[in-house]
């Protein structure tokens, strides 16, 4: 007979889990140039990428790299003009 209560733990483990979650440095600037793009398009960035948001609010370094980033495409030189 199968247990419930314990896939019920296994269940919220995985949830607790999937929670505490963050990103490292290297995994959040893989995603930074994305979310510059969802910023500038005025995207829900904190729904739709929450780590990085998260990642960016605890990491002066990645935060730094992220306004460098907001400051290139801000002034558009990588984006053609249309
Ligand atoms: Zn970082």
Do not use: W
């Not at 990645?62 to 002034?75: H, K, N, P, Q, T």
């Amino acid at each position: 007979m199968a247990n419930p209560m314990r896939s019920f733990k296994r269940l919220l483990a995985m949830v607790a889990h999937t929670d505490e979650v963050e990103y490292s440095c290297e995994q959040a600037h893989r995603v930074l140039d994305e979310y510059a793009d969802c910023v500038m398009r005025g995207e829900d960035v904190t729904a739709m990428l929450p780590l990085v948001h998260k990642h960016l609010e605890m990491c002066p370094d990645c935060r730094e790299e992220y306004e460098a980033l907001m400051r290139i495409v801000r002034s558009g030189p990588l984006h053609p003009a249309r």
